[in-house]
């Protein structure tokens, strides 16, 4: 992003004014442009910039105790030439981002003019690269993800889900939900023998996960019984997660009832998300 | 990436009451192109540099140089504050902050949790990150 060149960024055309020009109309030139300052140029060559701090410097004062005891027509009769800069930093559109950066940080100048062979091609202002900041920290950044539901299974089956779960989350500082859906016991156990078993799944289960998360994530497991699609969609709807991870045939079954989007995770594929 | 991780904390405050010249020399101390104007730790309007100059009597004034410092004196920042100004949370994302910096024009945003200042995200902090490389993995 450093090594971004500026001419990505600039404002582009952009409005000049020259010398003879009346300060209030470059005032109103300004505020539609939207800009921090404005080139002078005569004929097509640089000569100065007028910033909006030198535009208020000369402007009435916006208090009335104050505004009264200034002749009115005062601003009218200035013009440009009266409170431009002459010296001016100019940068050419292949000069870094950091270049520019380094410029604005300051607190002189609030635009640099673009100058390529000798005319003005553009501005570049604080404005300008909020833009690009903004632009660039959404793309590496996306929209925040709050909670994030993981359907995963315990052991080995879970590696592809959850490493995928735990990689986003720590980029999105997202709390994580990590759910294990038992599949329902055969038929034909005993009531009793049967409870015992999904106990002893439940709790090994429950173990199993709490112990796969790292400390610094924020998280909550939960095991359940039965089919593990109807169990899957159920928990997002009650947890109001932001996204639900699965394996592509978890993903699959749950794709059309789910609350929220559904990332599916192949298997075999356990670096996922880190990029 | 949300504000917490880059929003400074909040090193001088003035009550609406405090006078254009307090101000102006908050500012001049802390190095600092604005100042938030809080009463009883809420926050209610942000003072800025721009709104100082806008502020000070133009060369056409009939006032002398001493005059306008006193004048200064008198008039509360109440008078010239940015009201009720865009604010964010600390888990605001720090895209969608820098995208209402540039959107509102405003130079700071303040850092509102519980509705209490706890920080300030100032542009000029956050464009560093464009020249730094960014944050780890840009």
């Known amino acids: ?275 | 990436m949300r504000v917490a991780e880059y929003m400074r904390s909040v090193a001088v405050s003035l009550p609406p009451a405090a006078s254009l010249a307090d101000a102006g020399e908050a500012m001049t101390a802390y190095g600092l192109p604005w100042v938030p104007v809080v009463q009883n730790g809420r926050l209610l309007g942000l003072v800025g540099a721009d709104d100082l100059a806008a502020a000070r009597p133009s060369p056409a004034t009939t006032l002398t140089v001493g005059e306008i410092t006193y004048h200064l004196t008198t008039i509360p920042v109440s008078a010239v504050m940015r009201l009720d100004p865009p604010v964010v949370a600390p888990d605001t994302p720090l895209a969608e902050a820098a995208g209402l910096l540039r959107d509102e024009s405003v130079g700071v945003l303040p850092v509102v949790e519980d509705g209490r200042l706890v920080g300030l995200l100032g542009a000029r902090d956050l464009i560093a990150l464009l020249a730094a490389g960014g944050p780890q993995g840009w």
């Open chain 1, 1 to 275: 992003m450093r090594h971004m060149k500026i001419k990505i960024a600039m404002k582009s055309p952009v409005p000049t004014v020259e010398p003879s020009t009346e300060v209030e109309q470059a005032g109103t030139l300004m505020a539609n442009a939207g800009t921090m300052g404005l080139p002078v140029v005569e004929g097509r060559r640089l000569v100065g910039m007028v910033h909006r701090r030198d535009l208020l410097r000369v402007q009435p004062s916006t208090v009335p105790a104050l505004a009264r005891y200034e002749w009115v027509s005062a601003p009218g009769r200035l013009r440009v030439a009266d409170v431009m800069r002459r010296e001016v930093v100019t940068l050419t559109p292949d000069a870094s981002m950091q270049e520019a950066v380094r410029i604005l940080s300051g607190r002189e100048v609030e635009a640099i003019p673009v100058v390529d062979d000798g005319e003005v091609v553009g501005l570049l202002g604080i404005h300008e690269l909020l833009t690009v900041l903004a632009r660039e920290l959404e793309r590496r950044w996306p929209p925040r993800l709050g909670r994030v539901l993981a359907a995963v299974g315990v052991g080995d089956g879970a590696a592809p889900a959850l490493s995928a779960t735990l990689a986003l989350a720590r980029r999105h500082r997202a709390r994580v939900i990590l759910l294990h859906v038992m599949p329902p016991l055969r038929r034909g156990l005993g009531f009793e023998l049967r409870q015992e078993v999904l106990e002893q799944r439940r709790a090994h289960a429950l173990q199993w996960l709490a112990a796969s998360v790292p400390e610094e994530l924020e998280a909550t497991v939960a095991v359940t019984e039965g089919d593990e699609a109807a169990e899957v969609v159920a928990k997002a709807e009650r947890d109001a997660v932001d996204l639900i991870i699965a394996d592509a045939t978890t993903a699959r079954a749950i794709a059309h009832q789910a609350p929220c989007p559904v990332l599916a995770v192949p298997a075999g594929r356990t670096d996922h998300a880190g990029r």
